[in-house]
């Protein structure tokens, strides 16, 4: 069973920067896709940014690209989520997910077998 904990999200006024982070214990995540989703208000769950176990491959949703990049530290059993130039539609919670046998879905919700309970990013016009 991986634990994971998502922290760095806050209020920030549009066009600022957080990085989020996910720590992981009770299991590497070495072997692991690791991926960054996000719900806002009466929303559904939708993908944000995934990478692959060597962090050699990464994906993003199209409003996410340029903006935003996803990183890990294997060492460390952590993965990042820097985002900048934020916009008010970035306002959501925003998850971790651990996908332990990924077989290359890496933007589809069900997966990935573990999830963190989410940090609050709110971006004020």
């Known amino acids: 069973q991986v634990q994971l904990v998502e922290s760095g999200g806050g209020l920030v006024q549009a066009g600022g920067s957080l990085r989020l982070s996910c720590v992981a214990s009770?299991?590497?995540?070495?072997?692991?896709?690791m991926g960054w989703f996000r719900q806002a208000l009466g929303e559904e769950r939708e993908f944000v940014a995934a990478i692959s176990r060597s962090g050699a491959y990464t994906t993003y949703t199209d409003s996410a690209k340029g903006r935003f990049t996803i990183s890990r530290d294997n060492a460390k059993n952590t993965v990042y989520l820097q985002m900048n130039n934020l916009r008010p539609e970035d306002t959501a919670v925003y998850y971790c997910?651990?996908?332990?046998?990924?077989?290359?879905?890496?933007?589809?919700?069900?997966?990935?077998?573990?999830w963190g309970q989410g940090t609050q990013v709110t971006v004020s016009p």
């Open positions: 997910a651990a996908d332990r046998n990924p077989t290359g879905g890496y933007q589809t919700l069900t997966e990935y077998d573990y």
């Open positions: 009770r299991r590497t995540i070495s072997s692991s896709a």
